[in-house]
């Protein structure tokens, strides 16, 4: 028999019988698209987090106080707690080459108020650099005064959710309000947007470090981001400061020193393999698929056992009925993973069209996988009618009605 | 030229041996136009799936045209089957999806013939049983008379040198009975071998020879 005849006999076969065959194509289409879309959705969440990272600027490092190294290493030999990242610590690390900004960060919570209206926020201390550091914009007004960073100055920069709770609408520009008992001017706010990992500058105000410092009464830094002078120099900086900080700290390497890049590999590794997760966990919707088709080409072969017999009696080789119906559930397969992917690609596009904030990313893998897969399920589920049917003894699958 | 020695064939229903045929020998030759007759259950059918090589004996030799077909394997039988065995059915067995043509079409496509080569054929193959207007009905489109002859088109349309018919008029009113095996008589005067298993007097008669059968034994010749 040729191949195209089978085709078009398996084909055909299908057809006989439209319900039957619109059903099951449907459930592989389902499978199929879910395989898909499952993946675009954990591969859209991936570069989402990847881009929100991206936003924290390049060549990023970030200084975090006491020793959280999971490369081994000796632990302390005195139990002491670490040091405190101080201003000094941060103003010290400008005297490597490698450093080109540095914005210390003290981070805490205090109730803001205008008049009568009051909200409680995350208050940031820092730096002038801190707005090219992690690549804010204004809206309007200025950022942090550049000077000495030990000057606790008296004005505030505000995120645009919290300009609006608290001023209603009005510019906040000059305008005064109390952070916990002390009084700040408002002298800028910041652009829409600025919502990234870990802290949503929205609702938040930024005020010089050392207002911070005074305002919690607290000497250390949370953190200090670090802009280094460029891609390639980034393991230099982190090696610079490690050094400035050890010296400053009677010898102890009590600061962790991250890479953007290594945080960016970690969530990369992470997300990617969640993704994997999920794809895998749609896959078993195409193995009920695969079984889907099984069933129904069980039930093809019983009620077409009069035909095999009369294909046998025409002189249809064992390989002849193996080769026809493996290719009708082939057939389906193929067909409902075409409309399956189909499917699922509307349905991204849709998706995106209606939700621009957050995008669906088809990874390039997944619909090859998901066909390799339904097409794969098809064969192995086809497999055992089919080898039924061939096996099938031609007097007695004649005389079965 | 078909030669049977000492065919057996039983089957095992429950713990009872049935012999469907015992010791049985036939010769056939070339052209010859034969009805094997016998009551129910004397394994004429039993008898034509082995001549068709679509069951095999227990014991015995067939040799069809020299060739000992009892041990081939089976792919072996399949293309014998293809190649010089046509079978029509008491039930006709058409596929109920395919027109006539495409039924009829379907020992070639089987065999893996070229379509232009397939066409041909077909359309000679219906012309000849009188069927060429309905070439593109599907079988509910047909009579009874009208679908056996659809069948015997196919069983003849790759040529072979043997037909065998399972009471092929079984289903049918007297009148396209008779048509049909006018067709099929017109076949065997063409050199075709024909075997027809029939329950009907009138039409054994018919033939040229007369195999009567009992209890899996040729009685009388
Ligand atoms: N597959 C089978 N399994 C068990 N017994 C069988 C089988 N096929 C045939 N037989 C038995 O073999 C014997 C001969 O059967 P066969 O079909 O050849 O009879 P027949 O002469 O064609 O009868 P009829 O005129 O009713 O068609 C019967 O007793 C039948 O029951
Ligand atoms: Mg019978």
Redo the contacts with the bound molecule.
């Keep these: 028999m040729q191949p195209t005849d089978t085709l078009t006999s398996a084909a055909r076969a299908l057809t006989a019988h439209p319900t039957r065959t619109w059903l099951t194509l449907a459930a592989m289409a389902f499978a199929t698209a879910a395989v898909v879309l499952l993946s675009a959705l954990g591969e859209g969440a991936r570069r989402y987090v990847l881009d929100e990272f991206m936003q924290l600027g390049t060549h990023l490092l970030i200084i975090v106080p006491g020793r959280h190294e999971t490369t081994g290493g000796m632990p302390p030999l005195f139990g002491e707690t670490p040091r405190d990242l101080t201003l000094g610590d941060a103003q010290a690390l400008l005297r490597s080459r490698h450093v080109e900004r540095v914005a210390p960060i003290t981070v805490g919570a205090a109730e803001v108020s205008v008049g009568a209206l009051s909200r409680e926020v995350t208050i940031l201390g820092s730096t002038a650099d801190f707005i090219d550091v992690r690549r804010l914009t204004l809206a309007a007004g200025r950022f942090l005064p550049p000077g000495d960073p030990d000057r606790a100055l008296p004005v505030a920069v505000l995120g645009q959710t919290l300009a609006e709770a608290l001023f209603r609408g009005e510019s906040p520009i000059g305008r005064r309000l109390r952070i916990g008992d002390r009084r700040f001017r408002v002298i800028g706010l910041l652009s829409a947007g600025g919502v990234s990992l870990g802290s949503n500058l929205a609702d938040a105000a930024i005020i010089p470090v050392a207002s911070a410092q005074a305002l919690f009464d607290d000497p250390g830094l949370f953190r200090v981001l670090v802009q280094a002078g460029g891609r390639e120099s980034l393991d230099t900086a982190a090696d610079d400061i490690r050094a400035i900080i050890r010296a400053r700290h009677e010898g102890e390497d009590d600061v962790t020193v991250i890479t953007q890049d290594a945080l960016l590999g970690t969530f990369d590794r992470i997300l990617g393999a969640l993704t994997l997760a999920v794809a895998g966990i749609a896959a078993i919707s195409l193995a009920v698929a695969g079984v889907l088709i099984m069933n129904v080409m069980l039930v093809s072969v019983s009620q077409r056992t009069p035909e095999v017999g009369l294909l046998k009696a025409l002189g249809a080789r064992q390989r002849d009925v193996l080769g026809l119906f493996l290719t009708e559930a082939l057939l389906l397969a193929c067909a409902g993973t075409v409309a399956g992917i189909a499917l699922a690609y509307a349905g991204v596009w849709l998706f995106n069209a209606q939700f621009p904030a957050f995008q669906l990313v088809v990874p390039v893998w997944a619909p090859l996988a998901a066909a390799l897969v339904s097409i794969g399920t098809g064969l192995l589920f086809g497999l055992l009618p089919a080898r039924r049917a061939a096996r099938l003894d031609p007097?007695?699958a004649l005389?079965e009605a | 030229m078909i030669e049977l020695h000492g065919i057996e064939?039983r089957?095992?229903?429950g713990d009872q041996v049935?012999?469907?045929?015992r010791d049985l020998d036939l010769t056939l030759a070339d052209g010859d136009y034969a009805a094997v007759m016998?009551?129910?259950?004397?394994?004429?059918?039993?008898?034509?799936?082995i001549l068709g090589l679509l069951d095999r004996p227990d014991a015995g030799s067939y040799r069809l045209d020299g060739i000992e077909t009892t041990r081939l394997p089976e792919e072996r039988r399949a293309r014998l089957r293809r190649e010089r065995i046509g079978f029509v059915f008491q039930a006709f067995h058409l596929i109920p999806r395919l027109t006539a043509a495409e039924n009829v079409e379907l020992p070639l496509t089987l065999a893996g013939r070229p379509v232009r080569e397939r066409r041909q054929q077909v359309a000679a193959a219906l012309e000849a049983m009188g069927l060429t207007p309905r070439a593109d009905h599907r079988p509910d489109q047909l009579s009874g008379g009208q679908r056996q002859r659809v069948a015997i088109a196919r069983a003849t349309v790759t040529r072979p040198g043997l037909l065998l018919a399972?009471?092929p008029t079984g289903n049918l009113d007297r009148a396209s009975g008779d048509d049909v095996i006018a067709a099929l008589e017109a076949l065997n005067a063409q050199g075709l071998t024909l075997v027809v298993?029939t329950?009907d007097q009138h039409l054994g008669e018919r033939a040229r020879r007369r195999i009567h059968?009992d209890d899996?034994a040729v009685l009388a010749d």
């Design positions: 007097v007695r005389n | 064939r089957f095992q229903v049935v012999h469907a045929l016998g009551p129910s259950g004397s394994g004429k059918s039993t008898l034509l799936n399972d009471e298993v329950h059968m899996g």
